[in-house]
């Protein structure tokens, strides 16, 4: 799986939008971007995922550059229950295969009351 | 509610013995995985099962056994051998037919006294 670059740290204020970078330049044509987030001592998060469009849920969008190196997770309005670490992850889909996702240290987002 | 049971939250053992972590999930999700969080890293992969009585070693695996006797269990056991166990222990699940996200256990955390 390719690899991914994130700043280790960032604040945004609360009510503001929280603009999250990945680099990700290696990434093959078959593998998504995947954004989860922990607060601590809980489990990762699903955040949102995807391939080469943008895409939106309830909780973020993701936009992708349309050379898919780098991508942004947009939290809208952050409130403080948004502090937490985010981990950007690129997978290709194993199509019925069991593979394991490879974590890096995430981006440590505080929210400022 | 379906979702991922890790038991216990918290966990102590002395050392020399061996332990074991519940993980159930009843996602009916064919694969399972365990991965190990040390503090202020992401996760690494320690073992993963595809279906029931298979299994792979992950990236971590030495001191560490697993069984997959039933679809929605898959005990860890950190053995004496494991010289270091001291972490934060998170178990996931994915239906890898689907090419949706893994969902995450709240972990258990492990610590030698």
């Known amino acids: 799986d390719a690899k991914t670059t994130q700043p280790p740290s960032m604040d945004c204020a609360e009510g503001r939008a929280a603009n999250l970078p990945c680099n990700h330049s290696?990434?093959?044509?078959?593998?998504?971007v995947y954004w989860y987030r922990q607060i601590h001592s809980q489990g990762p998060q699903y955040i949102i995922h995807?391939?080469?469009n943008n895409e939106t849920n309830e909780m973020a969008s993701l936009i992708i550059t349309e050379d898919r190196k780098s991508s942004t997770l947009i939290l809208p309005h952050a409130t403080l229950r948004d502090t937490a670490v985010y981990y950007c992850?690129?997978?290709?889909?194993?199509?019925?295969?069991?593979?394991?996702?490879?974590f890096g240290k995430g981006t440590h987002l505080i929210i400022q009351p | 509610d379906g979702g991922i049971t890790q038991s216990p939250k918290y966990l102590f053992r002395k050392e020399g013995q061996n332990v074991t972590l519940s993980c159930e999930q009843n996602?009916?999700?064919?694969?399972m995985y365990w991965y190990r969080q040390d503090p202020g890293q992401g996760l690494r992969l320690i073992y993963y099962?595809?279906?029931?009585?298979?299994?792979q070693k992950g990236d971590i695996a030495e001191g560490y056994s697993v069984s997959r006797e039933k679809k929605e269990s898959f005990p860890l056991t950190v053995t004496s051998a494991q010289k270091n166990p001291t972490a934060f222990y998170l178990c996931?699940?994915?239906?890898?037919?689907?090419?949706?996200?893994?969902?995450f256990g709240d972990g258990t955390r492990l610590s030698i006294l």
């Open positions: 995807g391939l080469k």
């Open positions: 099962s595809q279906i029931v009585n298979d299994f």
């Open positions: 992850i690129v997978r290709a889909y194993s199509g019925g295969g069991a593979d394991g996702l490879t």
């Open positions: 996602l009916n999700h064919d694969a």
């Open positions: 290696t990434i093959s044509g078959n593998e998504y």
């Open positions: 996931a699940s994915e239906d890898i037919y689907s090419n949706q996200p893994q969902h």
